[in-house]
């Protein structure tokens, strides 16, 4: 701001007949030589300035934005699972992205803003002293038009930027979807199809970011326009009045208003970016502000463990059903009551949807019982902090869940200190479990890519990844939801020896629809039938007592019957030519149980069901 004022005194000095006249600025006596140096340097100055000063603000406006960004990535880490399970992957991203909204929020408002604020009210009180207070006011009230003019235009600018919000939103999720439906896209023959759903939503999308681009520069004319004439207006004024003002005093306010016109244009548009990033930053705050589903109210609170004895897990009472569903439908379940002894294997067992799979979120407190509590050891997990929960807990579930990387980086990652894991370590666990001949088939060994979610891979081969990754984990309770659903009955059968032989110290819950693996692994058998435990014990004794197990069981011997078909059928066979004929007679009987409460023919039809057996 200092420059138009000596700019002014070195006319004065030039335009003096007096050879040796000076100037004396600041309590210094300044010749022209003098003044011609310093005014170079202002000049430099100004521009040296505002580059030091944008490199420190940019410094601290990224600090904000990483502040944000990494909340926004805490926050999305925290929800609970039915919010990922119902979310779109797209929706996730797109909030972290609008994220970034920070910088353009930050960064005008700290380098043109509130630079040019303070740089216009010393103009204006520079101007009021040294001349009149007409220049000073008439600036104030430039400054006040040209404000007015900026807020008045920044609503469409908003709307324009709500749109390209909502359009890219949009465009996201067709991306996605478009990526991460590819097989079936080409299965079905959809190529054309999802490229023209691309197209139109990409159209929109350009067309939107175009007119909010565009936008705020006609926007910036009128900056432009209100400035030039603001200065026309004070320079006819002072023109209009010689006697008043002299050259020098023309020329000193002349470099002060064209200074103002050349910064304000960026001042305004700075103002309307600030207003039209409201709604990226409405739309990242009211995410932020909403609390996690599951709240970690005792970080402080480890679970207890002994060394000596595996842990003993209860439910009791759990009343569940998932938040989307509550008010909708019954309990999904209903007064869930039972205990896993400790060290042993129990099998949870029921039809299709009737809530297995919960009971382990619900253990795990990726989600919260309506009622009712579960307790490890008789500590209400309710009360502990998830870190200690969940670092005692080990998942293996029907889903691999593999990530883009190796497969050594995959099996690694089970490892509380992955680091620590050895190749060797990875091969003598994958000699035990009877999967060493499957990582010997890559060329690459465990230097393998397994691609984007693991598609790289069979579903075979990404589930016994998974297993190994799962069996790294040292916990003392394993939650196994269906791991052999996609292996072959080999390999299945040497995971689960080595799980039965190996679990000494943990408790383990199972999950699996193959019964011929819960009747020769497990230590028990808890079936649930419409959200409630209907029985519990060993598998000899729930044939002969649960009708609802015996009719489970009968169906998968009929499939195991039919996918073996070319198995001939003993000559002493009982008196049923076939599985579906005895499922048949036993419903049949199991009615006339209800009824009667007669066991007699409950047993007998167990005795027969052996000939189904493989």
Same mark, same amino acid.
């Given at each position: 701001?200092?420059?138009?004022?000596?700019?002014?005194?070195?006319?004065?000095?030039?335009?003096?007949?007096?050879?040796?006249?000076?100037?004396?600025?600041?309590?210094?006596?300044?010749?022209?030589?003098?003044?011609?140096?310093?005014l170079?340097?202002t000049?430099s100055l100004?521009?040296?300035?505002?580059?030091i000063?944008?490199?420190? $603000?940019?410094? /601290?406006?990224?600090?904000?934005?990483?502040r944000? %960004? *990494?909340n926004?990535? @805490?926050?999305? +880490?925290?929800?609970?699972?039915?919010?990922?399970?119902?979310k779109?992957?797209?929706d996730?991203?797109?909030?972290?992205?609008?994220g970034?909204?920070?910088?353009?929020?930050?960064?005008?408002?700290?380098?043109?803003?509130?630079?040019?604020?303070?740089?216009?009210?010393?103009a204006?009180?520079?101007?009021?002293?040294?001349?009149s207070?007409?220049i000073g006011?008439?600036?104030?009230?430039?400054?006040?038009v040209?404000?007015?003019?900026?807020?008045?235009?920044?609503?469409?600018?908003?709307?324009?930027?709500?749109?390209?919000?909502e359009?890219?939103n949009?465009?996201?999720?067709?991306?996605?979807?478009?990526?991460?439906?590819?097989?079936?896209?080409h299965?079905?023959?959809?190529?054309?199809?999802? $490229?023209?759903? /691309?197209?139109?939503?990409?159209?929109?999308m350009? %067309? *939107?970011?175009?007119? @909010?681009?565009? +936008?705020?520069?006609?926007?910036n004319?009128?900056?432009?326009?209100?400035?030039r004439v603001g200065?026309?207006l004070?320079?006819?004024?002072?023109?209009s009045?010689?006697?008043?003002?002299?050259?020098?005093?023309?020329?000193?306010?002349?470099?002060?208003?064209?200074?103002?016109?050349s910064?304000?244009?960026?001042?305004?548009?700075?103002?309307?970016?600030?207003?039209?990033?409201?709604?990226?930053?409405?739309?990242?705050?009211?995410?932020l502000?909403?609390?996690?589903?599951?709240?970690?109210?005792?970080?402080?609170?480890r679970?207890i463990?002994?060394?000596?004895?595996?842990?003993t897990?209860?439910?009791n009472?759990?009343?569940f059903?998932y938040?989307?569903?509550?008010?909708?439908?019954?309990?999904?379940?209903?007064?869930i009551?039972?205990?896993?002894?400790?060290?042993?294997?129990?099998?949870?067992? @029921?039809?299709?949807?009737?809530?297995?799979?919960s009971?382990?979120?619900?253990?795990?407190r990726?989600?919260s019982?309506?009622?009712?509590?579960i307790?490890i050891?008789g500590?209400?997990?309710?009360?502990?902090?998830?870190?200690?929960?969940q670092?005692?807990?080990m998942?293996?579930?029907?889903?691999?869940?593999?990530?883009?990387?190796?497969?050594?980086?995959n099996?690694?990652?089970?490892?509380?200190h992955?680091?620590?894991?050895?190749?060797e370590?990875?091969?003598?666990?994958?000699?035990?479990?009877?999967?060493f001949?499957?990582?010997?088939?890559?060329?690459?060994?465990?230097?393998?890519?397994?691609?984007?979610a693991?598609?790289?891979?069979?579903g075979?081969?990404q589930?016994?990844?998974?297993i190994?990754?799962?069996?790294?984990?040292?916990?003392?309770?394993?939650?196994?939801?269906?791991?052999?659903?996609a292996?072959?009955?080999?390999s299945?059968?040497?995971?689960?020896?080595?799980?039965?032989?190996?679990?000494?110290?943990?408790?383990?819950?199972?999950?699996?629809h193959?019964?011929?693996?819960?009747?020769?692994?497990?230590?028990?058998?808890?079936v649930?039938?419409k959200?409630?435990?209907?029985a519990?014990?060993?598998?000899?004794?729930?044939?002969?007592?649960?009708?609802?197990?015996?009719?489970?069981w009968?169906?998968?011997?009929?499939?195991?019957?039919?996918?073996?078909?070319?198995?001939?059928?003993?000559?002493?066979?009982?008196?049923?030519?076939n599985?579906?004929?005895?499922?048949?007679?036993?419903?049949?009987?199991?009615a006339?149980?209800?009824?009667d409460?007669?066991?007699?023919?409950?047993?007998?039809?167990?005795?027969?069901?052996?000939?189904?057996?493989?």
């Amino acid at each position: 701001m200092a420059s138009p004022y000596i700019l002014g005194e070195l006319y004065r000095v030039l335009s003096s007949e007096n050879e040796e006249e000076t100037s004396q600025i600041l309590g210094f006596e300044l010749s022209k030589q003098a003044l011609i140096c310093l005014l170079v340097g202002t000049y430099s100055l100004s521009q040296i300035i505002p580059n030091i000063r944008d490199q420190v $603000m940019m410094g /601290v406006t990224s600090n904000n934005m990483q502040r944000v %960004l *990494s909340n926004t990535t @805490s926050h999305l +880490l925290n929800r609970s699972l039915d919010y990922h399970v119902n979310k779109e992957f797209s929706d996730h991203v797109f909030l972290i992205q609008k994220g970034f909204s920070v910088l353009s929020v930050g960064n005008p408002l700290l380098t043109q803003v509130g630079p040019t604020l303070f740089e216009i009210m010393l103009a204006c009180t520079a101007l009021s002293q040294q001349y009149s207070i007409e220049i000073g006011s008439g600036l104030l009230v430039f400054l006040t038009v040209f404000t007015v003019y900026s807020v008045k235009t920044a609503p469409p600018v908003i709307d324009s930027r709500k749109d390209a919000l909502e359009k890219g939103n949009k465009l996201w999720d067709q991306f996605t979807s478009a990526l991460t439906r590819y097989k079936t896209m080409h299965d079905f023959g959809k190529f054309e199809e999802t $490229m023209r759903a /691309v197209d139109a939503s990409l159209a929109d999308m350009t %067309l *939107s970011e175009k007119n @909010s681009y565009n +936008l705020p520069l006609k926007i910036n004319l009128g900056h432009i326009a209100i400035t030039r004439v603001g200065m026309l207006l004070a320079l006819l004024y002072m023109g209009s009045s010689r006697k008043r003002f002299t050259a020098q005093d023309f020329i000193m306010v002349l470099g002060y208003l064209n200074q103002l016109s050349s910064s304000l244009p960026a001042f305004g548009q700075s103002i309307n970016q600030i207003i039209a990033a409201k709604p990226d930053l409405e739309f990242v705050f009211k995410a932020l502000s909403k609390p996690p589903e599951i709240r970690d109210l005792h970080p402080e609170a480890r679970l207890i463990l002994s060394d000596q004895t595996a842990p003993t897990i209860t439910f009791n009472n759990v009343i569940f059903t998932y938040p989307s569903k509550i008010g909708k439908d019954t309990p999904l379940l209903q007064d869930i009551s039972f205990a896993v002894p400790p060290g042993q294997i129990v099998a949870l067992v @029921s039809r299709s949807g009737e809530g297995k799979t919960s009971l382990f979120n619900l253990l795990y407190r990726y989600y919260s019982p309506m009622s009712g509590t579960i307790e490890i050891d008789g500590q209400n997990i309710a009360n502990l902090s998830l870190a200690s929960l969940q670092k005692n807990i080990m998942l293996i579930g029907q889903t691999p869940n593999l990530f883009k990387g190796t497969i050594r980086d995959n099996i690694c990652y089970g490892a509380a200190h992955s680091h620590l894991i050895t190749d060797e370590m990875i091969w003598a666990l994958a000699n035990e479990t009877g999967l060493f001949e499957f990582l010997n088939t890559f060329p690459a060994k465990l230097d393998t890519d397994v691609g984007e979610a693991g598609k790289a891979l069979s579903g075979g081969q990404q589930q016994k990844i998974a297993i190994l990754r799962g069996l790294f984990k040292q916990a003392g309770i394993w939650l196994l939801d269906e791991i052999t659903a996609a292996l072959d009955s080999k390999s299945a059968k040497l995971v689960l020896n080595h799980i039965k032989n190996n679990a000494a110290n943990a408790t383990i819950l199972m999950i699996t629809h193959k019964l011929a693996e819960v009747a020769q692994y497990s230590d028990k058998v808890v079936v649930i039938d419409k959200g409630q435990v209907v029985a519990e014990g060993a598998h000899e004794k729930l044939l002969q007592t649960c009708p609802l197990y015996l009719e489970l069981w009968m169906a998968y011997q009929d499939k195991e019957v039919v996918r073996n078909s070319q198995s001939s059928v003993s000559a002493s066979a009982p008196p049923f030519s076939n599985a579906k004929m005895l499922a048949a007679e036993v419903k049949k009987r199991t009615a006339a149980i209800a009824e009667d409460d007669d066991r007699t023919e409950l047993k007998e039809a167990c005795d027969d069901i052996n000939f189904c057996r493989k």
